[in-house]
């Protein structure tokens, strides 16, 4: 028997529309609950181009396109990489040193549902030449028990691992569905562990309640996440990994230990040391 995991903190995200194509839940932290190693995690929905080419450095940018997403992402970056981000399918920008990307729905007018999640790179590795990792929607393995089917998308469940195996921050990452009524202990034993509902309702942890749209903070005592689904099923996605504990300094799109680091990447930046990227056809 496993040591079920309390539920420590909550909120309940508002949702963000910045434009009328373009709209999100994020999350930024939770009250009195770190995040660590992770930055920050959003539920978008985007319908037409919203984010100009851009650096980042310091940390990996992670995109998944929701299975049930209508459209697919067009990724492109200063490294020369083109994919395409169906549903299903992931795209981990591990930018370093620093790197240009863009993102784009495929089709203009077509939502594209994803998730974005920014994870901390230790100081060591701040300096580390960026990379750029893509894994299809087939080649995600998946955990299926007890009427929950997890897709693992970094990380290991269950003794199934993702393909992802050379990421500097080695993090869990689990898109979690749950049947309408079932009941399933998953294995978590990360000292950071929480978890955001994309839909559904339904109980975790030790019986709290969980809603669309809501984060859930885990104690670190326990191993597992007791779920049970509420009459609609339970969607959510898990996030595990060790807190880095170093400081965070932001600067724009710059998340590195010090100002003097932000400070050098927007120089790195200016120098074009961080390579090129004119806008793609999609913003025409």
């Given at each position: 028997?496993?040591?079920?995991?309390?539920?420590v903190a909550s909120a309940n995200l508002a949702e963000h529309r910045m434009t009328p194509s373009f709209s999100s839940f994020g999350l930024r932290g939770l009250p009195g609950f770190s995040l660590d190693p992770?930055?920050?995690?959003?539920?978008?929905?985007?319908?037409?181009?919203?984010?100009?080419?851009?650096?980042?450095?310091?940390?990996?940018?992670?995109?998944?396109?929701?299975?049930?997403?209508?459209?697919?992402?067009?990724?492109?970056?200063?490294?020369?990489d083109r994919s395409r981000i169906g549903p299903g399918a992931l795209h981990?920008?591990?930018?370093?040193?620093?790197?240009?990307?863009?993102?784009i729905p495929e089709v203009r007018g077509v939502v594209s549902h994803g998730m974005q999640m920014f994870v901390k790179l230790r100081a060591a590795h701040e300096g580390h030449e960026p990379r750029a990792f893509h894994v299809?929607?087939?080649?995600v393995p998946e955990v299926c028990f007890d009427g929950l089917r997890a897709r693992v998308l970094a990380g290991a469940l269950a003794g199934v691992t993702s393909p992802l195996t050379e990421l500097l921050t080695p993090v869990l990452l689990l898109d979690v569905h749950l049947?309408?009524?079932?009941?399933?202990a998953l294995p978590v034993a990360e000292p950071t562990c929480f978890g955001l509902v994309i839909a559904g309702s339904g109980t975790v942890g030790l019986g709290t309640e969980a809603r669309a749209h809501e984060a859930l903070g885990f104690d670190r005592a326990g191993d597992e996440l007791v779920l049970a689904a509420g009459p609609s099923g339970l969607h959510l996605l898990v996030a595990g990994g060790a807190p880095i504990g170093e400081p965070v300094v932001f600067g724009g799109p710059f998340a590195m230990t010090t100002r003097a680091d932000v400070d050098a990447a927007a120089a790195r930046y200016r120098r074009g040391e961080m390579g090129r990227l004119e806008p793609s056809d999609g913003w025409r």
């Open positions: 028997m496993g040591r079920p995991r309390a539920v992770f930055l920050n995690l959003d539920d978008f929905r985007m319908s037409e181009p919203t984010f100009p080419p851009h650096p980042h450095a310091g940390f990996s940018a992670v995109t998944y396109m929701f299975e049930d997403a209508p459209g697919a992402f067009v990724n492109r970056d200063s490294l020369g981990w920008t591990q930018a370093g040193r620093g790197m240009l990307h863009e993102e299809d929607a087939a080649d049947a309408p009524g079932a009941r399933a």
